[in-house]
């Protein structure tokens, strides 16, 4: 089956082979097989947050396999602090996509807006997470004010949510409050 999806990050098995988590609209965040020649062009190209068409084949465990990959738009970041963000954003998206996730393509917008790539500054980063909470039913109210401050009621949004602070996060209150 094709899909578009969103790529979160890797994880090593063996030598020629890893484990890719795709978020899509089907599964919502998955993890998928990837083995043999297509890991190192893989590993070369995919950024996290790239934007890509998947086939994903299924099998009789948990885990699917990723057979075949396109990529349609990979990140452009330009800095330390866009590549925390947009990390820490991704990481959050993971742990909140469990089943039919169907916001591909507003994980998309939050990522690519006007052919930039964002999360180059902590305003966007509270506004995309607010929308992502919004969504997934989280949060009963969508504000869309841009105040740093709300940073902190974000904060206790995500302990509430997930049972615990990232450590993605520790690194954008050390990278923007130090």
């Known amino acids: 089956m094709i899909e578009q999806g969103i790529f979160l990050r890797s994880y090593p098995i063996k030598e020629n082979s890893f484990i890719v988590k795709i978020l899509t609209d089907s599964f919502g965040s998955l993890p998928a097989l990837l083995k043999g020649s297509k890991k190192a062009i893989f590993r070369k190209l995919i950024f996290p947050g790239t934007f890509m068409d998947v086939e994903l084949v299924k099998t009789k465990g948990e885990i699917m396999i990723l057979n075949e990959y396109s990529i349609i738009r990979s990140p452009n970041i330009g800095s330390f602090r866009q590549s925390i963000l947009l990390s ?28 930039e790539t964002q999360f180059k500054d902590l305003d966007w980063f509270v506004k995309s997470l607010k929308e992502e909470f919004y969504y997934a039913g989280f ?16 904060k206790k949004q995500m302990i509430e949510i997930l049972g615990y602070l990232p450590k993605s996060i ?9």
Request: hydrophobic share 40%; no cysteine.
């Open 170 to 178: 520790k690194l954008i209150e050390k990278e923007f409050y130090e």
């Open 139 to 154: 949060v009963d109210e969508l504000h869309y004010e841009k105040d740093i401050s709300d940073f902190k009621a974000l």
């Open 88 to 115: 820490s954003y991704l990481d959050i998206i993971d742990k909140i996509a469990r089943g039919a996730f169907e916001s591909v393509k507003r994980v998309y917008a939050n990522i690519f807006f006007e052919n």
